[in-house]
Every structure is written in C-alpha cells, then in structure tokens.
C-alpha cells in the first residue's frame, strides 16, 4: 500500500539541482542532482530490482527473515545487505532501502557530482559541499519541529532513519525516531531498524547511544523518544526556521 511522502515537501534543494522521482513497483525515489538523470535512474533501478528479485526467487528466506541470512551470493548488492543483517542482527531485507538508494546513487555519480537519492525516508548523498538534513520525530514528540544538522557529504553518506511511531516501517519498539549515519547505506539501514527495535521507553535512549558510541561502527547516531533525545557522532546541529531536509 502506497504512504505519501509527506515529508517530500519539505525539501530545499539547491537551486542549481535538478529534482526528478523514480518509480518502479515498490520503489519510489525522490532524487537530486546536476540534471535531470530519470532515464538513467529508472535504468539503473530496474537493474537492482531484477538483481533482487532473482535471489529471492531462488532463495525465498532472503526476503522473508527477521534474523541474518548467509546465502552464499557473490553479488556486492546481496553480500551488502547479509552482512548489514549480520552485523546488526537482522534480517537482509531490513537494509534494502537504503540499499537501493547507494546503489541508484553511485550509479548517477557518472553524470553528476551532487546526488541525492532519497528512498522512503532514507537517503543517500554524495556532494562536494556540506549537507543539511532534518529528523522528523512525529507531531507528538517534543522535538516535532524537527531535528536539523549538517554532515560533510563529499566521499558519500547514509542517513537512514526507523520508527516505532511515524511511517510504514516494521519496528518492534516504541522509538520516535532513530537515525544512523554511516557510509554504507546498507548498515546504516540496518542499524536504525535494530536501534529502533531496542527503543521502547525513554530510559533505553542514553543507552543505545553510549553503546553506539562505544562500539563505533557508526559514524553518528540521533535518537528520540518522548523527552529523550541522545547524539553522538559526526553532525553538526543546525537551526532552521523552517522544516527542510
């Protein structure tokens, strides 16, 4: 079932961005960059999209597990997304957003310096200047107007965001929002899905974040429920008057 992009009109491109949406089936993709790359995009969309559908075809578990799956594939996409689940400890197709976005994205690097590749709330962005973006934590939280930082974009990265309250997305806590930021989309997605499952209550968010910041293995970490909110990593908070990501 489609969910509108709601969130969609609140961006603020560059002017000199040209902005474009891919769809194809389940995939709808909000993309910015030097020129119009549609064509480009649907190309190189429809080629990830029979990449996976042919290993699901071949091994159903793929899609359907909650926990990590060893298939055996040599396809960099595949092995991307099993080794997200594995370090994270969910299932493969809890990083195929996020997934999709990097792969869409380098892709159209080829003709564009700037990209931006945004996939259901979660983004890809390769740019030689800063970013801006914004976490949208939902009406009901305190911080509804929206959390803004800037994040150095130029060797590409990955905000992917999951919630127990706002979105389709599956989540088994009660988290507000939960962002990860990490080079690969992959493990950033998977990151957020497995921290937002582990977020049911206030009290969980200082320890998910100091365990982030421990481990590492993100760049950087924003995570909301309630009254509580914990940061830690590689953003530099910004204020904005108005919602823009």
């Known amino acids: 079932m489609y969910t509108e ?104 690097l080829k003709h564009s310096k700037t990209v931006i590749v945004e996939n259901g709330g979660d983004i890809w962005a390769c740019s030689p200047e800063p970013l801006e973006f914004l976490v949208y934590p939902g009406e009901e939280s305190p911080f509804s107007r929206g959390i803004n930082f800037t994040l150095d974009a130029s060797q590409g990265i990955s905000i992917c965001t999951s919630s127990g309250k706002v979105g389709p997305s599956f989540s088994l806590g009660r988290a507000d929002a939960v962002t990860a930021i990490h080079s690969c989309a992959a493990r950033a997605d998977a990151a957020a899905t497995s921290l937002a499952n582990r977020i049911r209550r206030e009290s969980d968010v200082t320890r998910i974040v100091e365990e982030v910041a421990c481990g590492r293995k993100l760049k950087a970490i924003i995570a909301a429920c309630g009254e509580s909110i914990g940061i830690w990593g590689e953003v530099h908070l910004t204020e904005r008057e108005q919602r823009n990501a």
């Open 5 to 108: 992009r709601f969130y969609r009109k609140w961006t603020s491109p560059e002017s000199d961005l040209e902005t474009f949406r891919v769809v194809l089936g389940e995939s709808d993709l909000q993309i910015y960059a030097e020129r119009n790359l549609r064509n480009e995009a649907l190309k190189a969309l429809s080629n990830i999209r029979r990449t996976l559908h042919e290993h699901i075809a071949l091994n159903p578990i793929f899609q359907r597990s909650l926990t990590p799956v060893t298939s055996g594939s040599s396809n960099p996409l595949i092995t991307r997304m099993e080794e997200a689940g594995r370090e994270w400890n969910t299932g493969p197709m809890a990083s195929v957003a996020g997934a999709i976005a990097q792969e869409v994205g380098t892709h159209l």
